[in-house]
């Protein structure tokens, strides 16, 4: 569906909804979401804090929002270019590398709230509005809530069949160490420094994985 289908209202909703989230990144670029004020991100998008709270139960829930989006432009990345396997996973990677060179706060941010929830991301829904400005020609892939369970699953699931993964360990073994990579290896990096490099630390953990 395109924005010409969508009534007035709703995408008015919807922009002012993608103007807070906007509004957060940019605040982001030199600190955490901790250090990030809600009357500043109001004040950003110029939007009322009311109207913040239509949108959003709490601060926090931009994390989330953020997550569902930057995961679903991955997976978007990943079916456009045919990548399978330990292939896309790295892809993932890759642009988590990219993020915090540009918001070196994020990351951090979002494993502080998730450990602080003990729980996995529960990606939000999305309007039909939300979804055609923010996947412009993707709109039934942005439709979808990723599920990071299901998409590492899949991912070693294809690598398993094809005998790629390193012998002994099982599919839901492999799932859990694509998990600790993602979160983990990304802080243990950060353990050496703000100059480390996060990628070769990456690459170092994936090869428990591998043949």
């Not at 456009?80 to 918001?103: C, D, I, K, N, Y």
């Not at 802080?187 to 420094?193: F, H, K, N, R, V």
Request: proline share 4%; hydrophobic share 45%.
């Amino acid at each position: 569906m395109s924005t010409t289908d969508i009534p007035l209202r709703e995408l008015k909703k919807a922009k002012n909804k993608i103007a807070l989230y906007e509004a957060a990144l940019s605040l982001m670029q030199d600190r955490m979401f901790s250090q990030v004020m809600l009357e500043d991100i109001c004040r950003t998008a110029e939007i009322s804090k009311v109207t913040f709270f239509k949108f959003f139960q709490r601060k926090e829930d931009l994390l989330l929002y953020f997550m569902r989006i930057w995961l679903t432009k991955r997976m978007i990345e990943v079916e456009t270019e045919g990548m399978h396997g330990l292939q896309a996973f790295r892809h993932l990677l890759s642009s988590v590398v990219e993020e915090h060179g540009v918001r070196p706060g994020m990351m951090p941010s979002l494993i502080s709230f998730l450990a602080e929830l003990n729980m996995q991301p529960s990606m939000p829904e999305l309007s039909q509005a939300e979804v055609a400005l923010l996947f412009p020609g993707n709109e039934e892939r942005g439709a979808t809530s990723p599920n990071m369970y299901q998409i590492f699953r899949d991912w070693i699931a294809a690598d398993f069949q094809a005998g790629k993964l390193r012998q002994g360990i099982e599919i839901e073994a492999a799932v859990q160490i694509c998990f600790t990579v993602f979160y983990g290896a990304f802080l243990t990096s950060q353990l050496y420094g703000p100059n480390a490099d996060i990628a070769s630390v990456y690459e170092t953990h994936l090869g428990l994985l591998e043949v």
